[in-house]
């Protein structure tokens, strides 16, 4: 039995249309999978309607991809099932909508489908059951459709479809005969369309625009009255465009008019979204609000004055300061009380309606995490936090939040001690408020943590401060800061932080009189913080720079007594792909080992210190035993106690990960070629220069590119080590195994669990490069992936004391209190809206 993971960290990616928040879900895209995520104050599907005429929330969604294909999807048990694929476009699909449609001449409930993509077309689609079908095809010539929206005209049962355009139109088509009609074109913007949204108010549809020209319009579609009314020539009237349809062989005359125009933003405006209906108490509520996000950094809520109906701007939220470009998307919950955003850099940011004063938003805890591929992950050594590196450039904390009023702990970023330029790569603990980051750079730098994070991660996580800061220097900084045109983390003390700025030195920096540089400023926290937080006040100062290597930065380890570091750099040569060994203390240069023909992809230290292994690219490992030295005083030498060459390898590709057992008698090294190898024993007592060590056990052969090797610090029961092995599809496996001297080894592998793959999402290497390590500490392993989201397990106490035919992984709670799943498929994503007449 394998059940959700204890905890996982994702952000989003650089994409616009990419969020859906529906009644009992909140639906996220991240580039290139669909993540469900069930929102926190989630209820029954059954208790909430999806809108007015039904009684069930919307249970189907669509996807459009970069593989030019549009998959329809039915969600049953928070699972995505019953996938049916719309093939026909020519280039990458980059926008869906979907709407339910009834037909006079037939009771089924049909599905209507529209999508765009980049071979300038738009394609209509109507699903019936398992059966999809082509309407048409509207062809844009060399422009682009970069929105779209279905809905239906007032009265009637005729669909109406809204693309925005390239070239600063909207243009209306109407189904008539089964086939869309361009019935109306509408000017004004000025720049791209960037989103079109409908909503019917009344007996009026109101369609929402917004558009790279900062602007957003709201133009009101509505039955033009048939009545002979006499008309006062002098009085001034709205424009308004007229078109007729047919509906049950009837005509009909609708008109088009500009209700209004916002202006509020000052960048282009990615997205424009009206609060969904809902239901409160038994009766449906209609509020007429309008969200909107933008490249700079905000959201607006707007909404028309109760006595003058003037659309005014009633609340605005977003970010102040960091490296931030903006809001690429934006959605109301089911019954508008929380907005939500993500920005450019995938970051989600959440705000809550205060229920008491309505005009106040205050910032909520949301999930984060990064946005492009992790790249390493460590754990604090007590086993209370994780810290991982990305190639999103930023080094980020995971701590769990214990609150004093509830039993359940969640996990959740707290800090984010490094945003860099470069992609970082690897990191290692010093000890446990310090470690060292290598990136794609020739250096490796070291941070210790402030004393303002040591205060917020107690307050966090529970523990006791003068229990946690007794090892800690008295002098420790308060916290950092990246000055103006500087590139390193400094250290910010007591007398260096800097006074709130008064009203008058606020108003001349913003007149531009003086320039005050943004400053870090002490904080004490009690819950985890909010993104722009995270951007500016949880750096830790950059103590050390080690400089040695010739390219790259590429693996680094520490040994158990925190006395040496390892690292090695990108190499395609034997000088290059040397292992310098390092003085924790000094921070000097202790030795260089050479033996590899190319990169040294890992290291790891043996967990009584006396060896290093190191398995490179080159399919081989070497061993270096570490001497005895005369004093103390004298820095440590290692010598080659053993290694392997192409014939004696077993492996025949890349290895890639490698780990030891906690005795220090076997270790243990994985390769893309699927194989899990076991070499030992190894002897420290033994005084001979080279040895021959050999595989003790079977080949594990686990049917997929091995990725990572990690061991359990501890035994199973029946005296066998605990192994997890990370594939390159995502998946991780657990075995344990036992030397069993026998010939042929019968028994000594045993197949515990594997994760489902839903969980894990696939990596693919000819993007970049696949890792997917797990990390044992205690009882618990945390993996992280090449695609940008890290994973918390818990091993179950069933696999120490159980049945070895039936061990499990426990799996409590996703960060977010209730996001209880994470759905693999592809791209940009939409609900289907539910407009039953």
Known sequence: MVTPPESIAYSGFVNRMAANWLETRMFIFFRDRISLVPSWNAVAPSEFPAVAGTTAPSTELVSGGSDNQVIHWEIEDNQLLKAVYLQGHEGPVYVVHAVYQRRTSDPALYTLIVSAAADCTVRLWSKKGSEVTCLQT??????????????????????????????????????????????????????????????????????????????IRIWKLYIKSTSLETQDDDNIRLKENTFTVENESVKITFAVSLETVLAGHENWVNAVHWQPVFYKDGVLQQPMRLLSASMDKTMILWAPDEESGVWLEQVRVGEVGGNTLGFYDCQFNEDGTMIIAHAFHGALHLWKQNTVNSREWTPEIVISGHFDGVQDLVWDPEGEFIITVGTDQTTRLFAPWKRKDQSQVTWHEIARPQIHGYELKCLTMINRFQFVSGADEKVLRVFSAPRNFVENFCAITGQSLNHVLCNQDSDLPEGA????????????????????????????????????????????LTAPPTEDHLLQNTLWPEVQKLYGHGYEIFCVTCNNSKTLLASACKAAKK?????????????????????????????????????????????????????????????????LFAFTNKVTSVHSRIIWSCDWSPDSKYFFTGSRDKKVVVWGECDSTDDCIEHNIGPCSSVLDVGGAVTAVSICPELHPSQRYVVAVGLECGKICLYTWKKTNQVPEINDWIRCVETS???????????????????????????????????????????FCGNLKLPYIIILHLIFKSLLDWISCLYNTVFINNHLK
């Open 575 to 639: 000088e290059h792909a040397a292992i310098i060994l390092w003085n924790t203390t000094s921070w000097k240069q202790v030795q260089n080992l050479v033996f590899h023909s190319l990169t040294v992809t890992q290291m790891a230290f043996s967990p009584n210190d006396k060896f290093l292994l190191a398995v490179s690219r080159d399919r081989t490992w070497s061993l270096w035993k570490k001497q005895d030295t005369i004093s103390p005083e004298f820095e440590p030498v290692f010598t």
């Open 481 to 524: 800061t990246v000055p103006a045109l500087g590139l390193s983390n400094k250290a910010v003390f007591q007398g260096d932080i800097a006074s709130q700025p008064s009203d008058e030195e606020e108003l001349l920096t913003s007149t531009g009189f003086e320039y005050q540089q943004v400053a870090f400023q002490p904080s004490i």
């Open 138 to 215: 509207l062809n844009f010539g060399n422009g682009f459709a970069l929105a779209l929206c279905l809905s239906f005209l007032p009265n009637t049962d005729v669909p109406i479809l809204a693309c925005g355009n390239d070239d600063c139109r909207i243009d209306l088509f109407a189904q008539q005969n089964d086939q869309f009609q361009k019935v109306l074109s509408l000017s004004g913007h000025e720049d791209w369309i960037r989103g079109v949204e409908w909503a019917a108010f009344g007996k009026d549809l109101f369609l929402a625009s917004c558009s790279q020209d900062c602007l």
């Open 757 to 799: 793959q839903r969980y894990f999402f696939p990596i693919f290497v000819s993007i970049r490069l696949a890792r997917n390590f797990g990390i044992f500490c205690g009882k618990f392993y945390a993996t992280f992936s090449g695609e940008g989201h890290i994973s918390l397990f818990m091993v179950s106490t069933a696999l």
